[in-house]
């Protein structure tokens, strides 16, 4: 009897070690999708997309593979993507119709499900670091405007004036906008450089981000797993619009009962469908595995609705998926065991 309870005890030990084993970490990365297509991308433009989801995507990966936190690895990714001008979160913010940009962003925590969200913040240079703040320690989920930015300052995060957000490039896709609109266009923004030369030219068509945003899930060595999401919104919206980004369940969702998903495009459709939040929800009660969900959202759901746009998410045990039925998303995807892959039309993996 005696050898027999210490054979039980040395395999629930064994078995405790095998629990308490650490994870393989991953991490994806979206940065919008939209109308992307060969013809209207040149090939530096091109490089230099699938560099600046590179730069994220290693950047979320060092934070993991040091054993950091699915959070910091998410935020750390998101706001390099903020400060690329390329993708339409912070610096490379769309203007709204009145001429600012109004950005949202939104983090939850799948270890906790503490989740913190902004929107229309205009000043503050990080909006994924005010979510975050917002999260940690205000005990609210979501600020909005200039509240949203005052609690930034208070916070000490970095403010920055509205010619720091300013590109050329999105000035020209709001006027573009605004005439299709038959709207008149607002004045150019204090401290906003002039333009030199001849206007820029429109290296892609004008829909390749419309939907577009930036968002990372990650799956770190404790088996925790963390989302962000942060954008700039529709050009040339109207009325204060926000569309699911910050809205947590629709745009951004985390539990590690189930999955990490972040999601890109029309909010609206997004937000009635609760994306985010019926992907993992399907995980978890239905079983289904995490492409397969996300294909039902995606692919059967949103596609009937007559929505566009896609995801990526993770699970605990180190399933990654996307899914999208635009004819691009920006995409990236790293996984401890895994090379780098990074997509951007809809024929590659």
Known sequence: MKRILAGLLMMAGAAGCMAQAPHKWAVEIH??????????????????????MQEALDAAAAVLDKGG????AVEAAIKLLEDNPLFNAGRGAVFAADGT????????????????????TQTTRHPISLARAV???????????????????????????????????RWQQ???????????MPARPAGAAEPTGKPMAMLESKDAHKWGTVGVVALDRA???AAGTSTGGLTAKRWNRVGDTPVIGAGTYASNQSCAVSATGTGEYFIRLTVARTICALVEYKGMRLQEAADEVIQKKLTAMHGDGGIIALTPDGQMAWSFNSPGMFRARKSEVG????GIYRDEP
Do not use: C, W
């Open 135 to 169: 999260m940690e320690h205000s005990g609210h989920v979501m600020l909005v405007g200039k509240g949203a930015d005052q609690f930034a300052r208070e916070q000490g995060l970095e403010q920055q004036p509205a010619s720091f957000f300013f590109t050329e490039e």
């Open 69 to 72: 936190k699915a959070v910091d």
């Open 223 to 225: 088996g925790n797993v």
């Open 101 to 120: 940009n109004q950005m949202d962003s939104a983090i939850m925590d799948g270890s906790t499900m503490a989740a913190g969200a902004v929107a229309d």
């Open 174 to 184: 709001l006027g573009e906008e605004m005439k299709e609109k038959g709207l008149s």
């Open 339 to 342: 090379a780098s892959l990074i």
């Open 31 to 52: 940065g919008g999708a939209g109308v992307i297509e060969r013809k209207s991308m040149t090939p530096a433009r091109e490089k230099a997309y699938r560099a600046g």
